[in-house]
């Protein structure tokens, strides 16, 4: 567990280099939003997919349909929900090669000429699945869905990394998955679903986050991987009083909960700190889901894909941060994107989806007066508290006191009894 809480750049980014000068820069502003008849933004493409079959008799002849059967993997998993509930919208099922060829190439559906981070497909090993046949896509024995495969290729996977992540090199989380993880051949069709993955907590369907959601309100997400403290805390809340947010907006705490990085910590960890902080928070404005999205690391590509997944669970605006779901290479500790690479290209592409982005203050705790940005405290010559990453490991580990301006007891307490359960 203790390697599992070391320092990974998202987590520290936020925490420990606040102190770091944030230059001044333009987010979108003036994006008009498509609402439907309550007020509610429009998901990608105009339309919520809902791909979940409901009716019992008809779930048992899909399945008897099915002339395979293949457990899925954790990243299956999630990708098999999204497409499910609508989180994936207006995608039906996975990817056929050409859409992926398109979303690799270009960032685009085709036909529709629709934006999409990245490409959404499954991989196998199983020789013997031929276009035409259906599979049975289980998870943990559980029969999850049913895909009918229209396309079956064996991807160029150097060249979808080094368009989707900027490199093919190995030292890249995301082109490790891609590579080593994903099989021989990726298959494209239609999926039904036929029961959601089990979980050891209920991740929210896009559906059920906008019903929970004020209509006719902007809503500020954001999205995270680690533990929330105190400097997360104090960037969501001031996101709501950003420029072009409007008064009565909310916050939506919307963490991603599938695989993300070896040395992140886990989900079920993570879960338990979110739901004691909704508890000690009682915070009318911050409204709380979770996400069943595996993470790619993927940067700048990777910001358009959390974008157009919020859309669909109802919000209009998107806090980035800096190197958002940027990753580091393994060997040299250098940084794959630029720290404002996910910003800007955010930012560029905000109208066309829609949505509007909303920067990550830069703030800094103060002995004199708390959290303030980094230009007050600056202007006005305050002392500014600091706490490292790895010293919070270090205090966790040996018992000390942390200091409540750096992390809410309840968060550390939940961190304390998994570390020393482990």
Request: glycine fraction near 8%; aromatic fraction near 8%.
């Amino acid at each position: 567990m203790l390697q599992q809480l070391s320092a990974t750049k998202g987590f520290l980014g936020l925490l420990g280099g606040y102190a770091s000068k944030f230059p001044a820069r333009s987010f979108s502003t003036s994006v008009p939003f498509k609402t439907d008849a309550t007020g509610r933004i429009l998901p990608h493409g105009g339309e919520l997919v809902d791909l979940i079959v409901s009716e019992s008799e008809h779930k048992k002849e899909l399945a008897g349909s099915c002339k395979h059967k293949q457990e899925c993997s954790d990243r299956n998993a999630c990708d098999v929900e999204l497409l499910s509930v609508g989180g994936f919208s207006p995608l039906k099922g996975f990817m056929n090669k050409d859409a992926y060829d398109s979303v690799v190439a270009n960032m685009r559906l085709p036909n529709s000429n629709l934006i999409f981070g990245l490409p959404v497909v499954f991989d196998t090993n199983n020789e013997s699945i031929k276009e035409g046949d259906r599979v049975l896509l289980t998870y943990k024995g559980k029969d999850i869905g049913v895909l009918e495969v229209e396309s079956k290729w064996q991807p160029n996977k150097a060249r979808e990394t080094k368009e989707c992540y900027r490199t093919s090199s190995l030292e890249h989380p995301g082109v490790q998955m891609v590579a080593m993880e994903r099989g021989k051949y990726y298959l494209g069709g239609k999926v039904w679903g036929l029961d959601l993955p089990k979980r050891e907590f209920q991740c929210a369907t896009p559906r059920e986050v906008r019903a929970m959601l004020p209509a006719q309100q902007d809503v500020v997400v954001f999205q995270c991987r680690n533990p929330v403290h105190r400097a997360h805390y104090e960037l969501f809340t001031r996101a709501l009083d950003a420029p072009n947010v409007r008064p009565g907006a909310v916050c939506l705490v919307h963490p991603t909960m599938g695989p993300t990085q070896d040395d992140d910590i886990p989900g079920l960890v993570r879960y338990h700190t979110y739901e004691v902080l909704k508890a000690e928070l009682q915070n009318s404005a911050i409204k709380w889901a979770y996400l069943p999205y595996s993470m790619h690391m993927a940067g700048p590509r990777e910001a358009i894909q959390h974008m157009l997944i919020r859309k669909n669970y109802g919000c209009t605006h998107f806090i980035v941060g800096r190197d958002m779901a940027g990753s580091k290479s393994c060997l040299s500790g250098e940084d794959f994107y630029g720290l404002y690479d996910a910003q800007d290209f955010a930012r560029q592409h905000a109208e066309e989806l829609g949505m509007q982005t909303v920067p990550s203050a830069d703030v800094v705790y103060t002995e004199e007066r708390g959290y303030v940005t980094v230009d007050v405290a600056k202007k006005e010559g305050l002392h500014v508290r600091k706490l490292s990453g790895t010293k919070f490991r270090q205090m966790l580990r040996g018992g000390e006191d942390i200091p409540e301006w750096f992390a809410f007891k309840s968060v550390v307490k939940v961190l304390r009894e998994h570390t020393q359960s482990s």
